[in-house]
């Protein structure tokens, strides 16, 4: 399809968000747009790489890789010839808290897609070369960034604040893991998630609300009906205070920062992003941007910003500078944090922290698909089927009194979770350790903190 049919209706036509009652309970979310000669479709079930098993991360991650690699009696190149044929566009992925499905086609090719969409999420095989393949697909994906600064570098910050819990173990799995992933363990996951009351939908395009009911009703009549989710517990980032330096031989530091931040339903949330947004999530106008690149040039790029999981609400950023400037930049970034916290914004940077949000949230519904997912996050959220309509009221009556007490919770001492990857130097107090796998990780040096 060109890129032409995935215009999406005016944010005006979103506010105009139907409810689509469906059998044994289920509803979608549906933007009708008959002016867009396409139908994007989103689907979500709860759960995610959190539901992996302990000792086996990544079960969740290869299932849902495997769901378009054939199903029912189709294998994996007739089910995706027969998607080329009819011009559908179908996908799976996962991340911590869901699995999820996106669909593009054209609308004379509905029935067709919800068809194949329906056989992959109820019927998937789970063939063993399929199984093969795709894992050492991702195998090699994983060998290709386990010594990526970056990547590394994330990977290490979620398992020291997340130590014992689902969201510290790696929800690509490890190469090992992949490699033990066998029919079973992938059939387990999805009786276990792909289910009829696990299930979230979002449509938007040229469909009826009653054609939508007829092929939702037929998506769900071969889904297991009950999901089996293992209980996640609600927690805060362990480690704040702390700095792991994992040592590479690259000329550059990668470095994540973070601490807790407000889950998405918290009521100071929508106060605690404007905060953010002024720190460090506005880009250009951002505070941290301001002094850590423009007035300091110690980095090309510095960003913040709020990552509220199901489980855990996170402050999160980012910075890649010299090695000999990372002490400098992590000291000029929690002085920049303690001053939100301690004086919070000025009348300037609220005004236009506010108008930029408020303009530039109808960016998130420039295309179907762009809609269609929003339409299943706000589910996912459950914030409510007219949180499109109120959202820009929700920031434009936040105040300077508002973004200081958010600030004061969400930054209190500015103390932060630091992993640095490289060879950085100013960050005294650090617990240093070399890369899994790199030389120095087979060599029985002691290492101590630079700087």
């Known amino acids: 399809m060109s890129s032409a049919s995935t215009a999406a209706a005016p944010q005006a036509h979103v506010t105009r968000i139907q409810r689509v009652a469906a059998s044994h309970g289920a509803e979608a979310w549906l933007v009708e747009e008959n002016t867009v000669p396409v139908v994007a479709v989103e689907v979500a079930f709860r759960g995610g790489s959190a539901q992996d098993p302990a000792e086996l991360p990544g079960v969740v991650g290869l299932m849902a890789a495997l769901l378009d690699e054939g199903a029912g009696e189709l294998r994996a190149e007739t089910f995706q010839e027969t998607l080329e044929e009819k011009a559908i ?59 990526d600064p970056e990547d590394l570098a994330g990977r290490t910050f979620f398992a020291e604040a997340f130590p014992g819990h689902p969201y510290g173990r790696p929800p690509r799995g490890t190469v090992e893991s992949l490699a033990a992933i066998g029919r079973q363990e992938l059939l387990g996951a999805h009786r276990r998630l792909i289910t009829r009351d696990n299930i979230v939908i979002g449509a938007v395009g040229a469909v009826s ?8 009703d037929r998506l ?22 702390r700095t792991e330096i994992v040592t590479l031989d690259v000329p550059q530091t990668s470095i ?23 720190l460090g999530g506005g880009s250009f106008s951002s505070r941290l941007f301001t002094e850590v690149r423009e007035k300091r040039g110690l980095a090309y790029s ?61 960016l998130r519904f420039d295309t179907s698909t762009k809609i269609a997912n ?11 089927i007219d949180y499109v309509a109120r959202r820009n009221d929700l920031v434009a009556a936040v105040t300077e009194d508002d973004v200081r007490a958010a600030a004061r919770k969400l930054f209190g001492d500015g103390e932060l979770l630091v992993v640095a990857v490289g060879q950085p130097t100013g960050l005294p107090g650090a617990r240093v350790r070399p890369a899994p796998g790199s030389a120095e990780s087979h060599a029985p040096a002691i290492v101590t903190a630079r700087g």
């Open 302 to 362: 510095v960003y913040s910003y709020l990552s509220p999981y199901d489980h855990a609400g996170m402050f999160l950023g980012g910075v890649a500078t010299r090695n000999d400037r990372a002490g400098q930049s992590i000291d000029l970034i929690q002085a920049e944090i303690r001053r939100m916290a301690t004086e919070g914004p000025t009348p300037k940077e609220l005004d236009g922290a506010r108008k930029y949000l408020i303009g530039s949230y109808a």
């Open 89 to 147: 566009e179908l996908s799976f992925s996962s991340n911590r808290d869901a699995v999820t499905a996106s669909l593009r086609t054209l609308p004379e090719n509905l029935d067709e897609a919800f068809g194949l969409l329906s056989l992959a999420l109820s019927r998937p095989r789970f063939d063993d070369d399929a199984v093969e393949r795709i894992g050492s697909q991702l195998s090699a994906q994983l060998r290709r960034d386990a010594l």
């Open 374 to 384: 929003q339409l299943v996050h706000l589910q996912l959220d459950e914030l409510g």
């Open 209 to 216: 609300p009653e054609r939508l009911a007829g092929l939702v």
């Open 256 to 278: 994540v920062f973070g601490r807790s931040g407000p889950l998405r339903n918290d009521d100071d949330f929508i106060p605690a992003y404007v905060a953010n947004h002024i």
């Open 220 to 241: 769900l009549a071969d889904l297991p009906e009950a999901a089996s989710l293992i209980a996640v517990p609600t927690v805060a980032p362990a480690a704040i205070g």
